[in-house]
């Protein structure tokens, strides 16, 4: 109905010069022109026809809905992608106090690893005669509406939860121009995972606060993860989903940031398993249910946390190292416990195994096994952990069935 109605004037255009022609016709042919008439007034007539129909299918194309046309990938509207015109609202509110000041300059930066949304650039944060570490992530160039949609809800999420010493921190973002990026302290050594390999090559300390990693070490940094992991779900129902020490970053003084939260994100944005990201997990640090491609809980992270309770002890070995990865799910399903390794005293080793109970509800909360580890931190040994010889990456990446 809208469209007949929207045509309706140019109809009526032609069917008036029809007749017109129609007038000059009969009255060019009474004038003895006739045959001039016979070629010349159909070929106008039908020129004039096509021109109205043209116009006519001209209307209706540009009558179209929004979502029928298409657009340049790097605009939307004939404009930049930017917040205001991505995201409006409460969204531009709310990261409008973290965007970056004019005075904050970014230098050193350089390229490290592809992200999900962009390069990951690492760098130097100088604002007030000062310099800190950071971590830049950036949206790629000529990224779509959609992708500049996702990135900014990413760095909404970031905003949201980097309000605890355990979460890896937020510091800026740049969403009202081009390029837009996040900007997230760094830690130094950083990577807890490469710091015990590094504990391997005889290397006792984080930098500017040397002292030995032991047993007692290994209490104070799951604590922390412990901490970081409860308040993402107690307070905003994340499920980090990852658990383990490759996304984790270890500071000074043995100070622990949860990482490694994409998985997080896309989950709980999507309300379910993102499958890419979920494949991406070694089978060796899931829980049988997640094997099993039930939802992901807070008691599946705990299976995790045990798996990662063992990273630390054994100074970043692969679990189930007396397994291969395709045999790790017939034998979690066999209710295989993971072996006692060696320098892991009694208790901790009760809390690995109280991790990974078979049924999630026999697992423990978070605050539960905070309690744990503060209670048996004083009988820890405070010893240097030692390990035999260092890491063979691609051995280590092969025996923990990590996705290349």
Known sequence: MHRSNATAPLTQKVVRKSLLFQCLYFASDEEGSGPFAVIIIPSLLALST???????????????????????????????????????GPAQDTLGPWEIPTQCVLEGVEVFQMGRY????????????????VVIKTLKDR?????????????????????????????????????????LEASIPGNLLHFLWSLREGKSGT?????????????????QVAAGLDYLHSYHRVIHGDVAARNMLIGSGLSIKVSGLNLAFKSRQAKMIDEELQ???????????????????????VWSFGILLYELITLGSPPYPDLEPSEVLPHTFAHYRI????????????????????????????????????????????????????????EYRRKAGLVT
């Open 143 to 183: 990224s779509n509406q959609h992708e500049a949609k996702e990135f900014v809800d990413m760095v909404l999420f970031h905003a949201a939860i980097s309000k605890h010493d355990n979460i890896v921190k937020m510091l800026y973002c740049q969403t009202q121009r081009m390029p837009m990026y996040l900007i």
């Open 279 to 301: 494949a991406k997990v070694p089978l060796k640090w899931q829980a049988p249910e997640r094997m099993k491609s039930l939802p992901m809980t807070d008691r599946s992270d």
């Open 118 to 133: 962009g390069p990951t650039c690492k760098g130097l944060l100088k604002e007030d005669n000062t310099s800190i570490a």
């Open 207 to 223: 930098g500017d606060n040397l002292q030995a990693f032991s047993e007692r070490s290994v209490y104070i940094v799951a604590k």
């Open 50 to 88: 096509l021109i109205v129909v043209s116009q006519i299918i001209w209307s209706y194309l540009t009558k179209r809905s929004p979502s029928q046309t298409t657009c340049d990938p790097t605009n939307i509207n004939g404009e930049p992608v930017t917040l205001n015109t991505v995201c409006r």
């Open 339 to 394: 072996k006692r390794p060696e320098n892991c005293g009694a208790q901790l080793y009760d809390l690995i195994k109280y991790c990974c109970m078979w049924n999630f509800k026999d697992r423990p909360v978070y605050s539960a096994i905070m309690r744990l580890l503060d209670c048996y931190v004083h009988l820890t040994d405070t010893r240097a952990l030692c390990s035999g010889q260092p890491i063979d990456i691609c």
